[in-house]
């Protein structure tokens, strides 16, 4: 029988499947298929939201690899998303370029960190999201409404662990910039 580790990291799992879903999305149906991408997008959020709280409270405190590895799961949906916008023609061709040599770059230099990660996914997001709004405004409207319900879900989650996470780690990368005097 399943525990709600195991759930959770089958949720967790399941971002790899969605972030290959949405690659393959973007290949086969192209442009015409936005909403289909964004509700992916808004299956894995939900997964991420439910799996981090079902492994908090699981009554099996073991670190498992996929749990562990929660953040480049994460970071597999933002490709798919990036490569669907991409080879669907939503996406300049410098940007294609750019922004996955410049966060290559970046990797290289800090390693994967926690703030890097979610900084990484969060520009290819509202990416989608803009588009979503300017070509399928329903969709569009969907992924905001989104957002917002699951911030008032989590709420005081968010604004008292999840932001200041993100900024402490902000300011760790910002230590090791090289025009930072030591």
């Known amino acids: ?40 997008l808004m299956a894995s959020w939900t997964s991420d939201i439910l799996d981090g709280g079902l492994a908090r409270r699981s ?8 749990g562990d590895h929660d953040l480049e799961f994460d970071m597999l949906v933002s490709v798919g998303v990036f490569v669907y916008l991409a080879v669907s023609g939503f996406m300049p061709m410098w940007l294609v370029i750019a922004y996955p040599l410049a966060w290559a770059l970046a990797f290289w230099h800090f390693g994967l960190l926690a703030s890097l990660g979610k900084l990484f996914q969060a520009p290819i997001y509202g990416y989608l999201i803009v588009t979503a709004l300017m070509q399928a405004r329903i969709t569009g409207l969907a992924m905001v409404a989104w957002i917002l319900g699951a911030v ?3 709420w005081p989650r ?9 900024l402490d780690g902000m300011r760790d990368v910002g230590r090791y910039l090289p025009w930072r005097k030591s």
Do not use: K, N, Y
């Not at 971002?15 to 086969?28: D, E, K, P, Q, S």
């Not at 009554?59 to 996929?66: D, G, L, N, P, Y």
């Open 1 to 40: 029988m399943l525990d709600a580790r195991q759930f959770a990291d089958m949720l967790t799992f399941s971002r790899l499947v969605i972030g290959l879903a949405l690659a393959w999305v973007g290949f086969t149906q192209s442009a015409e298929a936005l909403p289909v991408a964004c509700w992916l």
């Open 59 to 66: 009554r099996r405190q073991a670190h498992t690899w996929i």
């Open 152 to 154: 008032i879900v989590t």
């Open 158 to 166: 968010f604004p008292q662990e999840v932001i200041p996470s993100f």
